[in-house]
């Protein structure tokens, strides 16, 4: 018998298998059964992230924090969205969101050093990307990103240990978007 749970696992798969627009009818019909599940609704917004729909990923996690504000990943979602379609006062609301809900994601704090980097604020972008690295110390993106902003900063010891430390890492060392299980 098919229940939102299960339905949500086979979109969860296929979503993990870049098969989102298989997924998607499978999170709708799950929504069907249960409408004010704030992960279906988030995982229904990851699979049309992946598809490109923005629109319709935002409406769905818009959804998703309307029903639990404390979502933190429906936030970060938004927030990379309105990053991704240039709208970066969005973006960083949304980031900012994220933060107070879950002020320790190393994640956020290396989206919203992003962000600001390409805003050109560089102090800015390096505090966001040492939170990201004090709490998740081989965390490659966050620390590649910090390496970049020492050397806009002209921090060149800084930014020469930073790729001492990245020649001995993965690039692999990151946090990917994945689907939320209810499990």
């Known amino acids: 018998m098919e229940t939102a749970a299960s339905l949500n696992d086979s979109g969860i798969a296929l979503t993990e298998a870049n098969r989102p627009y298989e997924a998607i009818p499978l999170f709708r019909k799950a929504l069907i059964m249960d409408p004010e599940n704030p992960l279906l609704w988030m995982n229904l917004g990851i699979a049309q992230q992946r598809t490109g729909d923005y629109e319709e990923a935002l409406n769905s996690f818009q959804r998703a924090v309307y029903i639990d504000d404390d979502l933190t990943e429906a936030w970060v979602s938004m927030g990379l969205i309105y990053y991704e379609i240039e709208q970066l006062d969005l973006a960083e609301e949304c980031y900012h969101s994220a933060l107070v809900r879950d002020g320790n994601s190393p994640k956020t704090?290396?989206?919203?050093?992003?962000?600001?980097?390409?805003?050109?604020?560089?102090?800015?972008?390096?505090?966001?990307?040492?939170?990201?690295?004090?709490?998740?110390?081989?965390?490659?993106?966050?620390l590649f990103n910090l390496r970049d902003a020492c050397r806009k900063l002209q921090d060149f010891r800084a930014a020469a240990e930073?790729?001492?430390?990245?020649?001995?890492?993965?690039?692999?060392?990151g946090y990917p978007v994945r689907p939320i299980s209810n499990n």
């Open 109 to 142: 704090w290396n989206n919203l050093g992003v962000l600001y980097f390409v805003e050109g604020s560089y102090e800015e972008a390096r505090h966001c990307f040492e939170e990201a690295v004090t709490m998740l110390p081989m965390y490659y993106e966050a």
């Open 162 to 173: 930073f790729e001492r430390i990245l020649s001995q890492l993965s690039p692999n060392i």
